[in-house]
Structures are given as structure tokens and as C-alpha cells.
């Protein structure tokens, strides 16, 4: 099973940006998808962006942030850019089956899970 470690949070005022970071060990995720998930105090985790032969997005995060991987770093990248006070939550990294390419939005196709970075953003 792969290990997924998050970096890059912090705490940024609204309108500013961050960089998350989920360096991966164990297997490479070349052949499997990886994705961004949030969860804020007292709501469900959500879906935040995915990327495989393709990207996928939270529609109110599209034009925002940008996801993208680096195979020979193995490490996967969360640009946000313009950051609202509504994106403040935990942000977690997920790998997905190698190989298996299913329903990109739903958490249930991701078996590998990091522990989460908190993103802040202030009003």
C-alpha cells in the first residue's frame, strides 16, 4: 500500500495562494488516479480535484486551483490560487488502485489516504 504524506498548509489571507504538496512511497501512481479531498469543521469530506490521463474539478474550485503530478518525484501538487475563507478545511491526498480507473469524484475509489494538511484562509 502506498504512503501519502500532505505539506504545504497554512494559514493565508483571502485572495492569496498556497501549494500543497502529498509525496508518495511504497508504489509509484503512475498507472493509478490521485486526487485532492477536503473536509471543513462539521461537513462531510468532499471531492476537491483528481488526475489520471486527465483533470478533474470541484466546479467552485475550476479556474482556481490546478492539479497536477510529478512521476519521477512521485509526488503529487495542489496549486489554489485566489483563496476563499470557504475553502479553509483539511485538505487530504488519496491514491487510487493501481490500474484501476473508476469514478474519479467518489472517495470510495481511493484505498490510500494521507493525513490530511489544514488550509485557513482569512477574511
Known amino acids: 500500500q502506498v504512503q501519502l504524506v500532505e505539506s504545504g498548509g497554512g494559514l493565508v489571507q483571502a485572495g492569496g495562494s498556497l501549494r500543497l504538496s502529498c509525496a508518495a512511497s511504497?508504489?509509484?501512481?503512475?498507472?493509478?488516479?490521485m486526487g485532492w479531498f477536503r473536509q471543513a469543521p462539521g461537513k462531510e469530506r468532499e471531492f476537491v480535484a483528481a488526475?489520471?490521463?486527465?483533470?478533474y474539478y470541484l466546479d467552485s474550485v475550476k479556474g482556481r486551483f490546478t492539479i497536477s503530478s510529478d512521476h519521477a518525484k512521485n509526488t503529487l501538487y495542489l496549486q489554489m490560487n485566489s483563496l476563499k475563507p470557504e475553502d479553509t478545511a483539511i485538505y487530504f491526498c488519496?491514491?487510487?488502485?493501481?490500474?484501476?480507473?473508476?469514478?474519479?469524484?467518489?472517495?470510495?475509489?481511493?484505498?490510500?489516504w494521507g493525513q490530511g494538511t489544514q488550509v485557513t484562509v482569512s477574511a
Open positions: 488519496a491514491a487510487g488502485r493501481e490500474r484501476v480507473f473508476g469514478d474519479p469524484y467518489n472517495s470510495r475509489e481511493y484505498d490510500s
Open positions: 488526475i489520471n490521463w486527465n483533470t
Open positions: 511504497g508504489r509509484t501512481f503512475s498507472s493509478a488516479t
